[in-house]
């Protein structure tokens, strides 16, 4: 059964990709009619207009056009999601939130500068730190819930989007922060009772019951394993499999919830080759990259998307996906793993990674370059014999 599905584009759309560079999430537009992709170093967020054909085997897809934006207020742009077709929400990890009007779509992929219509700054009011992944919600005909990883913060914050103000913000709190280390993706299931969060140093993916108790001092309710660095997550349409692209490795995993949902710790049921070495290797510049980053599934639940800096799209039939992960079982056997101990590990985990990312902060500073030579004669002067 293939799994992956080979797209077509003219040229100026094909150019358009190879200019991406590094690249971050990607999303479907309610309409299933575009697709937003983060171009981080370039500062752009490139739309595709994309036509998803539905046939009597695979589905067939079709990149057609697109628009290419700039705005002084995109700085690292890391998340995207649309409110609407014409309507995109942009978070960038050097800057605020904003929220653009779309102009349409054209064969040669033309360049816009647009100006923010709403614009959310990065300060205590609003609890945004180096704002990365992003999700949206919509809970009322004018209101939309909005959630953020923040990757300097550490949390995971709600916000209220008021779509009849122009998209101004209503409301902020810190939902997530305990066990937050990083986190680099977030997604809600589609009947809003779970929501995953990808937790980037201690290597998983964090499950909490979306209750009215839910708050910043929460534990997780369920851990998935096996991943190097974790990014993108997305729910299938049913909410019992759960999707993680792997940017420390060429791999798509693919987790199945158990008996009790998506409570406990678990492995992936499937994973999922979706590049080759040769293009995992070129991406490599550290252990954190080289794998795919961005992941959504269309709003026909069909196909699947990933993106990566030397593999910008890449799709995948998840009717295939799926059947795959149906044979790998689910969680429902006996002997269940730990939770308590899974929390443990992590926390040594985080406190590990924590020092260190310290530690090479100190030995960057400038004071510390500055006294190198005096720690070098004092450590001469120690390795002297009495």
């Given at each position: 059964?293939?799994l992956?599905?080979?797209?077509?584009?003219?040229?100026?759309?094909?150019?358009?990709?190879?200019?991406?560079?590094?690249?971050?999430?990607?999303?479907?537009?309610?309409g299933?009619?575009?697709?937003?992709?983060?171009?981080?170093?370039?500062?752009?967020?490139?739309?595709?207009?994309?036509?998803?054909?539905?046939?009597?085997?695979?589905?067939?897809?079709?990149?057609?056009g697109?628009?290419?934006?700039?705005?002084?207020?995109?700085?690292?742009?890391?998340?995207?999601e649309?409110?609407?077709?014409?309507?995109?929400?942009?978070?960038?990890?050097?800057?605020?939130?904003?929220?653009f009007?779309?102009?349409?779509?054209?064969?040669?992929?033309?360049?816009?500068?647009?100006?923010?219509?709403?614009?959310?700054?990065?300060?205590?009011?609003?609890?945004?730190?180096?704002?990365?992944?992003?999700?949206?919600?919509?809970?009322?005909?004018?209101?939309?819930?909005?959630?953020i990883?923040?990757?300097?913060?550490?949390?995971?914050?709600?916000?209220?989007?008021?779509?009849?103000?122009?998209?101004?913000?209503?409301?902020?709190?810190?939902?997530?922060?305990?066990?937050?280390?990083?986190?680099?993706?977030v997604?809600?299931?589609?009947?809003?009772?779970?929501?995953?969060?990808?937790?980037?140093?201690?290597?998983?993916?964090?499950?909490?019951?979306?209750?009215s108790?839910?708050?910043?001092?929460?534990?997780?309710?369920?851990i998935?394993?096996?991943?190097?660095?974790?990014?993108?997550?997305?729910?299938?349409?049913?909410?019992?499999?759960?999707?993680?692209?792997?940017?420390?490795?060429?791999?798509?995993?693919?987790?199945?919830?158990?008996?009790?949902?998506?409570?406990?710790?678990?492995?992936?049921?499937?994973?999922?080759?979706?590049?080759?070495?040769?293009?995992?290797?070129?991406?490599?510049?550290?252990p954190?990259?080289?794998?795919?980053?961005?992941?959504?599934?269309?709003?026909?639940?069909?196909?699947?998307v990933?993106?990566?800096?030397?593999?910008?799209?890449?799709?995948?039939?998840?009717?295939?996906l799926?059947?795959?992960?149906?044979?790998?079982?689910?969680?429902?056997?006996?002997?269940?793993?730990?939770?308590?101990?899974?929390?443990?590990?992590?926390?040594?985990?985080?406190?590990?990674?924590?020092?260190?990312?310290?530690a090479?902060?100190?030995?960057?500073?400038?004071?510390?370059?500055l006294?190198?030579?005096?720690?070098?004669v004092?450590?001469?002067?120690?390795?002297?014999?009495?």
């Open positions: 059964m293939s992956e599905l080979h797209y077509v584009a003219p040229p100026s759309v094909t150019d358009a990709l190879g200019r991406l560079g590094r690249t971050e999430d990607v999303r479907f537009s309610p299933n009619r575009r697709l937003a992709v983060a171009s981080f170093h370039r500062n752009r967020v490139v739309v595709f207009d994309i036509d998803i054909a539905a046939s009597a085997g695979a589905p067939r897809v079709a990149l057609i697109g628009v290419e934006l700039s705005s002084p207020a995109l700085q690292w742009p890391h998340g995207v649309f409110i609407d077709d014409e309507t995109l929400l942009v978070t960038s990890r050097g800057r605020d939130v904003a929220l009007t779309l102009p349409p779509g054209k064969t040669g992929v033309p360049s816009h500068e647009v100006i923010p219509i709403a614009q959310w700054p990065a300060d205590r009011t609003s609890f945004l730190d180096a704002p990365g992944s992003v999700m949206a919600t919509r809970i009322a005909d004018d209101a939309c819930e909005v959630l990883c923040n990757n300097d913060g550490h949390t995971v914050t709600r916000h209220l989007l008021d779509r009849g103000a122009g998209g101004a913000l209503r409301h902020s709190e810190i939902l997530l922060q305990k066990c937050l280390s990083v986190p680099d993706g997604s809600v299931s589609p009947n809003r009772r779970w929501i995953a969060v990808s937790n980037h140093r201690t290597h998983n993916v964090l499950l909490y019951e979306n209750s108790a839910l708050n910043a001092d929460a534990e997780p309710d369920g998935l394993r096996r991943l190097y660095y974790p990014h993108g997550v997305r729910f299938s349409a049913d909410g019992r499999h759960l999707f993680v692209a792997d940017a420390g490795a060429p791999y798509l995993n693919v987790y199945a919830q158990g008996c009790d949902e998506w409570r406990g710790v678990r492995d992936p049921v499937a994973r999922v080759r979706v590049m080759a070495d040769a293009v995992f290797e070129r991406g490599r510049h550290n954190e990259e080289g794998g795919p980053k961005g992941l959504d599934i269309d709003r026909s639940s069909s196909v699947l990933v993106t990566s800096e030397c593999q910008p799209l890449a799709f995948f039939d998840v009717p295939a799926l059947h795959l992960a149906l044979a790998g079982g689910s969680a429902c056997e006996p002997g269940a793993l730990d939770l308590s101990h899974e929390l443990s590990l992590m926390e040594e985990i985080r406190r590990m990674a924590e020092s260190a990312t310290e090479h902060a100190m030995q960057s500073s400038l004071s510390w370059r006294t190198a030579p005096l720690r070098r004092r450590s001469a002067f120690r390795r002297r014999p009495g």
